[in-house]
């Protein structure tokens, strides 16, 4: 991937000889996520990259010696957490970068209390990530994954036999959180003849689809559960034991939001005791790690937390990224500001 987003730099307009260290503002990143790695002489171009992953200094030493004035730091979900405690070791911090949708991984209170800006890439990754959770949908539903690899051990040969998959047309599609990745799947799903409903914050006037005010009536009413909201202290955990139940045996769950969304306890022992009938999850509570008793499960589809990723997607986070910084630098305003006053 990294590869072939390369043959974009040449339209960059970051791109051209380095400027002088003295005259490059500071920018922290304490661990590399996958956008800075892919776009990292661009960054090394334009900033006094701080490299804390590069140091062999503890971390907090490191930031004492180091990065002191630094005033905008550049982190991924996956790998670094923005804590009270990490901001309390960075006084002149004013800028928060992060390079995808989510910010659960900020202290967004701590931002707001020290005056902190937090910006994200917007709505940017939502059309990849409603296409992505469509694919899972019809890959744990006809057992795509599961036929692949049915033909590649060679049993195709020796046995015509091959569990039969679902139908996806007409069935009962629950979405929970119509926002901007919900809206556009939720319009994915019409054209399959899908009945679609959804749970939400507020009843959303203009959504052509039924409401429903918890999550467990959503279940019931589903023959398929997809998670769209984003993490937050009210949706950690929202999908329960009796979200499941109301799901039921021939219920499938799918989780293209966040990991911490669901009690991933009590699904896997419901996927392994046979109480919903499958999943399918881009994303889980303790990443990278997943849970190995989902491994030897053929109802399961596991990915990578890669539903957001593609090539002209992650192009355009990397120039929203850049314009944030371009932004704060130049005193201007922020392209896409989140807000840490909630």
Not at 81 to 106: F, W
Not at 191 to 211: E, I, L
Not at 249 to 264: A, C, Q, S, Y
Request: a neutral charge; one cysteine or more; charged letters at 25%.
């Amino acid at each position: 991937m990294g590869q072939e987003i390369n043959g974009f730099h040449h339209l960059l307009n970051g791109d051209g000889p380095p400027l002088p260290g003295g005259d490059r503002p500071d920018l922290l990143v304490l661990r590399p996520g996958l956008l800075f790695k892919v776009f990292e002489q661009e960054f090394l171009a334009k900033f006094n990259v701080l490299k804390a992953f590069e140091s062999p200094l503890p971390l907090d030493k490191y930031l004492r010696d180091h990065a002191q004035s630094a005033r905008a730091i550049l982190c991924e979900a996956i790998v670094t957490r923005i804590t009270a405690d990490l901001l309390l070791q960075l006084p002149a911090l004013e800028l928060v970068v992060a390079d995808g949708t989510g910010v659960n991984h900020i202290d967004l209170a701590e931002c707001h209390r020290r005056g902190i800006s937090v910006t994200n890439t917007g709505d940017i990754f939502s059309e990849d990530t409603a296409d992505y959770g469509v694919g899972l949908l019809i890959d744990v539903m006809r057992r795509i994954s599961r036929a692949d690899a049915f033909v590649r051990r060679g049993s195709w040969p020796v046995t015509a036999e091959f569990p039969l998959g679902r139908k996806v047309r007409g069935k009962r599609v629950g979405i929970v959180g119509l926002g901007n990745i919900g809206t556009k799947l939720a319009r994915r799903l019409e054209a399959f003849g899908c009945k679609v409903s959804y749970n939400s914050r507020t009843k959303k006037q203009s959504a052509p689809y039924d409401f429903h005010p918890t999550v467990v009536d959503l279940a019931s009413q589903s023959d398929i559960l997809i998670i769209c909201c984003s993490l937050t202290e009210k949706t950690r955990h929202i999908i329960n034991e009796e979200v499941l139940n109301a799901l039921g045996k021939k219920g499938i769950l799918i989780n293209i939001g966040r990991g911490p969304i669901v009690d991933e306890k009590t699904l896997v022992k419901y996927l392994v005791d046979g109480k919903i009938a499958g999943a399918a999850m881009d994303v889980y509570e303790n990443e990278p790690r997943v849970p190995s008793e989902l491994f030897g499960l053929d109802n399961v589809v596991l990915s990578p937390h890669r539903g957001a990723f593609t090539e002209e997607a992650f192009f355009d986070a990397f120039k929203i990224v850049m314009g944030n910084l371009d932004a704060f630098f130049s005193n201007t305003s922020l392209l896409t500001p989140v807000s840490t006053n909630e």
